[in-house]
């Protein structure tokens, strides 16, 4: 299906104490920033992507084929110089398990290593995360729940990399199915080749996305296709984007707010029939989104379903300053206090608004491009923490919302929601950077509150 190759010099105790800690806080902030992803420098762990898509088999009636995507920036490998260019070489490697519960992996029951080659024409293309190594490996599975473990090994630096996708293999042996949905940069239709995005993320800059997806049939038949886009609010109590990434939720999305919806008549024939839409964005508000597509026979009966995570996203700064203040104040974790100041002094919006750019400025690491890659992640992470956390006031302020802002999505999250004699609880590690949190609920409500301070050397994974 498809060919794609984060006053009087004296000062009390507990001033000191205070001082103490604000410096810690902000050392801290600015070397998380440092550390998102691969906009934000070379050392930062890489900004990999990864997506699997369920397509009909055609050699095993029994499995269903998986194309698994991944996406490594440039700028996330080390290259090294040769005669006419530059040269670096990764490896990855693909575990797939059964999953156990939400996100447990359990028996191993494939695995794929391969070696990757990326050259570079010169050495400012080795710089730039606009340019990305993609890889498609194809596996066989039989349908159900699985946990795709992925290790980036460059070779050049040494250094190891690790991400996890939860995924459900749907049956699509049927004599009419619909493969999974997948975001697509490009579509060529003479070489029947797709350059997947390897992403669910979408800018707000764009107009639209472009969906692809594949509609299996054993004879002609006349359906109608709906394709919708539905929006999950804030405190929604819905699924979240990242858990319907792995399993797709069906019927739990059936309240969410369908903010794009069209409907079309089709001839489906017979055989694989392969289908690029646009889905229209401009109209959309920033968030979390399911886009769905539903094939349905002449009397209005289901065939078939399938759906997948979008995440409208920020970008370009004036959507992140729609409230200019409350941009300023979300600064304070990586920000001095003297620069704090500085903004909040000035003594008109634009006056304020300028001060905010020229801070932001200063950390562009493009300053050549439009896009300030570094600002666009950082209010990203802000926008999601608030979705996610943001049951008791603004996400961001909450613990979760802190450790999510700092340092990224985790590699691997622990949920333990319910346990005899023990509250709940939920361990984030981050194996990039050899760091574990947990987070336990006192009272019961979801209210998830750090056990030991992020900056305390005792989070160190062991």
């Known amino acids: 299906m498809y060919n794609g190759t984060h006053g009087n010099g004296m000062v009390r105790c507990d001033d000191m104490m205070w001082v103490r800690r604000s410096v810690a806080l902000w050392l801290i902030g600015m070397l998380s920033l440092l550390a998102l992803p691969s906009a934000f420098g070379q050392a930062a762990a890489p900004d990999l992507e990864v997506d699997a898509v369920s397509a009909r088999s055609s050699t095993d009636v029994e499995a269903t084929r998986v194309d698994v995507y991944t996406r ?6 080390r290259f090294l110089a040769t005669n006419n260019a530059f040269e670096a070489r990764y490896e990855v490697t693909i575990g797939v398990h059964e999953l156990e519960g939400e996100d447990r992996g359990g028996n191993l029951v494939q695995s794929r290593i391969f070696e990757q080659e990326v050259r570079a024409a010169d050495f400012a293309q080795t710089q730039t995360d606009q340019l990305f190594d993609r890889t498609i490996q194809s596996l066989e599975l039989v349908p159900g729940r699985y946990l795709l473990e992925f290790q980036v090994d460059d070779q050049a630096s040494n250094r190891s990399f690790v991400k996890e996708l939860p995924i459900r293999v749907r049956d699509l042996s049927r004599s009419f199915a619909l493969s999974d949905l997948i975001l697509i940069d490009a579509y060529d239709a003479g070489a029947n080749s797709i350059t997947p995005t390897v992403s669910s993320r979408v800018g707000s800059d764009q107009d639209q996305f ?5 509609i299996y049939a054993d004879a002609n038949r006349e359906v109608r296709i709906r394709r919708e886009m539905a929006h999950i609010p804030r405190s929604s109590g819905l699924p979240s984007v990242k858990s319907l990434l792995g399993f797709g939720a069906g019927d739990d999305l059936s309240d969410a707010e369908i903010s794009y919806q069209e409907t079309l008549p089709q001839t489906v024939r017979s055989g694989r029939n392969q289908y690029v839409v646009e889905i229209p964005i401009r109209s959309l508000e920033v968030g979390d989104y399911v886009a769905r597509v539903i094939v349905e026979d002449l009397s209005g009966n289901e065939l078939d379903r399938a759906e997948r995570a979008v995440t409208l996203q920020w970008t370009g700064l004036a959507e992140h300053v729609r409230d200019l203040d409350a941009a300023i104040d979300q600064l304070s974790y990586i920000a001095k206090r003297n620069d704090l100041e500085y903004i909040r002094s000035g003594r008109t919006e634009q006056e304020r608004l300028a001060r905010f750019r020229e801070f932001w400025d200063r950390r562009d690491p493009t300053p050549n491009s439009e896009r300030n890659e570094r600002m666009e992640e950082y209010y990203y992470r802000i926008a999601y923490a608030n979705s996610e ?10 613990d979760r919302g802190q450790v999510m802002v700092l340092f990224g999505e985790p590699d691997h ?10 509250k ?14 947990v987070f336990i609920d006192d009272t019961g409500l979801g209210d998830y509150e750090l056990l030991v301070p992020y900056w305390d050397d005792r989070t160190r994974l062991r």
């Open 72 to 77: 490594v920036p440039y700028s996330s490998l």
């Open 210 to 214: 472009k969906l692809f997806y594949e």
């Open 389 to 398: 956390y943001g049951n008791f006031g603004n996400g961001w302020q909450t």
């Open 413 to 422: 999250v622990d949920r333990h929601p319910f346990n005899f004699n023990v």
């Open 424 to 437: 709940p609880y939920e361990v984030w590690y981050y194996y990039r950077i050899g760091r574990r949190f």
